[in-house]
Nanobody, 123 residues
Framework: QVQLVESGGGLVQAGGSLRLSCAAS????????MGWFRQAPGKEREFVAG????????YYADSVKGRFTISRDNAKNTVYLQMNNLKPEDTAVYYC????????????????WGQGTQVTVSS
């Protein structure tokens, strides 16, 4: 059983930056691909970014490509989401998740989820 705990959310002005972290425990972190999802009020949860077990393959939703960067540190059992040039439409609860596939963008493909961290971008 893998436990995931997100941190780093907060309130930021449009154009600003935040870095989210997700610390994993209870499993072999490097066995899992990791992903970030987000859910805005009144909307369904959506895929944001993913990274394979080694960090050598990353992939993004079109809405964040060029602004967000996913990375991981297997020695620290942590995955990160660097968010730059934030926009009000990025406001959401952000979740990290773990999966055992090479690449995954759908919720059902992920096996473990964190509790989420709120990101609010003011205009």
């Amino acid at each position: 059983q893998v436990q995931l705990v997100e941190s780093g959310g907060g309130l930021v002005q449009a154009g600003g930056s935040l870095r989210l972290s997700c610390a994993a425990s209870g499993g072999t972190f490097s066995n899992y691909g990791m992903g970030w999802f987000r859910q805005a009020p009144g909307k369904e949860r959506e895929f944001v970014a993913g990274i394979n077990w080694s960090g050598g393959h990353t992939y993004y939703a079109d809405s964040v490509k060029g602004r967000f960067t996913i990375s991981r540190d297997n020695a620290k059992n942590t995955v990160y989401l660097q968010m730059n040039n934030l926009k009000p439409e990025d406001t959401a609860v952000y979740y990290c998740a773990a999966q055992s596939r090479w690449r995954a963008t759908m919720e059902y493909e992920y096996d473990y989820w964190g509790q989420g961290t709120q990101v609010t971008v003011s205009s």
